[in-house]
């Protein structure tokens, strides 16, 4: 029998039965492909094209993008394949679908809030970021930025970051064209979008790429990015490598999970899991492939921050023949990656409401898009000169507070929250089932897969975690010995 939403529907320990449905107004994605692509979607985002390349760049290039990947398949992939095990089993979003898996009131739903909190919070400044992407974008295509130096297009950066009136305007019709697609539901909404513009945004990096690859710079950049330069590499680097990975993939804020209760149980989520990371680390790299041949044929260091995208890369673009185009494609790809992620943001929150509080998707989204934009106002006006809000949290803007919260304290507490749940509360049939499902030889990488949703992934999240908060500083190990002992050490010997 159906449950209503008011139920206790929680599934025993021992339970492997689907539970029980929900209303079925939530929806369903219209098959394995679109989910993929909405992942995909989801995760490829500002993070791939913005920051990937410069942490990179910061890091040292080829050794980090070796850590990066480890990460990926050993702490990132395998919390994602967790994280959609459970909106899979559940078929609910992440405050009901932990509750249902555990108890009401137990306290594991505290990483279902945590979740809708930390997607609340990430879209409110990640819409201001998308609508510097949309303001470039227009500037590209106006040709504006045709015939004017590089000083000047430098410029327009600090111009956009201090104005009230472009940072608040892009970030509404961000936010606006975000909710339109979620409002129109899980098949038809962000489904479609995501067919649409996953396959855009790839067939736009292509082109880029070719172009960059015929640029002076191409030699150079591929020894940057997969030569091992292993001096630049720090201790903190590997740490951000992590923690890169879990924004990356978008995972500790169920996102995944509330895109995995969209899928039907018995789908094989190990293979959907492996393409949505695959895709994403491909994705990240092929944007260093684009970013670093045309800043480096423009004689630019690839160490400049996160003022690579939008000081360096505007003035390379227009360097190159057909410059107003190649920037435009740029920017739209830019916009196009922000979407399908905000999108998904938006999801889970409105998805609480939905499952929870039997809201309808129209209210749901409507109010959390509303709220969300208001709550995006102080970071869209973080950068605005005598402003109230340049300098809120102990001397960061909060835009930077609500950035460094999110990234570095909800982000991974939230994975270890999955990986602790998914390796030792959530029942061993089901967990057995649901990640068997699909294929007989899933079977012997289960045991692999459990000893590091049990083990490994926890002992590297609490690792980050702890030097993200400054508890923690694993530099230490790694650190000299001071040169006098070490002169005496010679001396003595
Ligand atoms: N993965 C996105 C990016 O790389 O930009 C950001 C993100 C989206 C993080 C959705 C978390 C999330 F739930």
Redesign the pocket.
Known sequence: MAATLGEDTHMTDSGSTAPPALNSTRGNWGGRFGFILAAAG???????I???PYITGENGGGAFVLIYLICIALVGLPILIGEVMIGTATQRTGVPAFRTLSRPGSPWMGFGWMGVA??VL?LSY?GVVAGWTMHYAWLSITGTFAGQDAETIRGVFGKVFSSAGLNLSWQLIFMFLTTLIVLRGIKGGIELASKIMVPLLGLMLIALMIKASTTDGFAQATDFIFGMHGDDLTPGGILEAVGHAF??????????LAYGSYLKRGTNIVASGTAIAGL?TLIALVACMVLFPITFAHGMDPESGPGLVFMNMPVALMALPGGSFWATIFFILLFV??LT??I??LE?ASSYFIDDLNWSREKATIVCGLAITVLGIPSALSGVPEGIYSEVFFGKSWFDGIDWAVSNVM?PLGGLGVALFVGWRMSATLRREVFTAGSPTLASLFGGWLFVIQWIAPAAVIIVFLQAIGVLDIGMFFAEAPAAELDTATTTD
């Open positions: 989801s995760a490829v985002g500002l993070g791939n913005w920051k990937f930390a997607a990430l990640y924004f990356s993939l978008s995972i500790g804020m169920c996102c995944m994403d990656a922000a992620s905000a998904s943001l889970v982000l």
